[in-house]
């Protein structure tokens, strides 16, 4: 099993708020983490700093023991780094198609826009405008979008908010072909532990912008400081 992404006591200040302070972690290529911890805890400026949208006050990412650290989030796309956002920020008045094909062409790869449609299950969307989707189904797109560039890490942050059990369950299939299949790396921001638990081979928990416990979700969903910090709640 070989490393992909390490992350050395990585932080991130706000003013005066410490957001993310001194995370370490490292994952293993293939594998799926989740990342959860309660409201403010610091999962999305963590996945910002892996992903380049946000630049670290101190630390270090490395991906396949390249130090990415001051990459743009242009050239990590470029590097292999993809993610989603929690709201969807697709161009309405393009196409699927289209969309797929600009994120295509920024990290060419033997998948074709069309090949990476199917694999979503959103092949029958191809030639309508992303904005007259269902949500669900543009959380989807941003999925295939970022599946589009090839990438080595896929970050995801909250992709399954307002999807039913039916589209989640599509969802998390999703994410197990692209880890089995693809060999994607994939990191997971969720509240939805039903979604998340049966997907993550390993979980994060996050408090106050610190690492609270990290292990397989059965450990983590009975370690008591995370049970009082916040499965709790
Ligand atoms: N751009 C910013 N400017 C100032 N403070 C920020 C900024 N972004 C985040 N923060 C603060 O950093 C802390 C961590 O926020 P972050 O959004 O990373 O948490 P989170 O765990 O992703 O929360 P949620 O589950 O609600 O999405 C919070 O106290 C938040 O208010």
Redesign the pocket.
Same mark, same amino acid.
């Given at each position: 099993m070989t490393v992909l992404l390490e992350v050395k006591a990585l932080s991130k200040v706000?003013?005066g708020?410490h957001?993310v302070d001194g995370v370490d972690f490292s994952l293993d290529r293939g594998k799926v983490l989740g990342l959860i911890?309660p409201?403010?805890?610091?999962? +999305? +400026?963590?996945l910002n700093m892996i992903a380049g949208t946000s630049r670290p006050s101190s630390g270090h990412v490395s991906l396949d023991g390249t130090d990415v650290t001051a990459f743009t989030a242009h050239r990590k796309v470029r590097r292999g780094i993809a993610r989603t956002f929690?709201s969807t920020r697709l161009m309405r008045d393009w196409t699927v198609r289209s969309t797929l094909e600009l994120a295509s062409g920024a990290r060419r790869g033997p998948r074709t826009p069309a090949e990476i449609a199917e694999l979503v299950g959103i092949t029958d969307t191809l030639d309508r405008l992303t904005g007259s989707l269902p949500s669900a189904i543009q959380r989807m797109v941003m999925v295939a979008s970022a599946l589009a560039t090839h990438p080595e890490l896929l970050l995801l942050d909250e992709p399954a908010v307002g999807m039913d059990i039916e589209e989640a369950d599509r969802l998390q299939s999703v994410i197990r072909v692209a880890s089995s299949e693809l060999g994607t790396t994939v990191i997971v921001?969720e509240?939805n532990m039903r979604f998340l638990m049966p997907l993550a081979d390993s979980v994060l928990v996050?408090a106050s912008?610190k690492v609270l416990s990290e292990g397989t979700p059965q450990y983590v969903r009975n370690d008591p400081a995370v049970v009082a910090a916040y499965l709790g709640d």
């Amino acid at each position: 099993m070989t490393v992909l992404l390490e992350v050395k006591a990585l932080s991130k200040v706000f003013g005066g708020v410490h957001a993310v302070d001194g995370v370490d972690f490292s994952l293993d290529r293939g594998k799926v983490l989740g990342l959860i911890g309660p409201n403010g805890s610091g999962k +999305t +400026t963590l996945l910002n700093m892996i992903a380049g949208t946000s630049r670290p006050s101190s630390g270090h990412v490395s991906l396949d023991g390249t130090d990415v650290t001051a990459f743009t989030a242009h050239r990590k796309v470029r590097r292999g780094i993809a993610r989603t956002f929690q709201s969807t920020r697709l161009m309405r008045d393009w196409t699927v198609r289209s969309t797929l094909e600009l994120a295509s062409g920024a990290r060419r790869g033997p998948r074709t826009p069309a090949e990476i449609a199917e694999l979503v299950g959103i092949t029958d969307t191809l030639d309508r405008l992303t904005g007259s989707l269902p949500s669900a189904i543009q959380r989807m797109v941003m999925v295939a979008s970022a599946l589009a560039t090839h990438p080595e890490l896929l970050l995801l942050d909250e992709p399954a908010v307002g999807m039913d059990i039916e589209e989640a369950d599509r969802l998390q299939s999703v994410i197990r072909v692209a880890s089995s299949e693809l060999g994607t790396t994939v990191i997971v921001v969720e509240h939805n532990m039903r979604f998340l638990m049966p997907l993550a081979d390993s979980v994060l928990v996050m408090a106050s912008g610190k690492v609270l416990s990290e292990g397989t979700p059965q450990y983590v969903r009975n370690d008591p400081a995370v049970v009082a910090a916040y499965l709790g709640d």
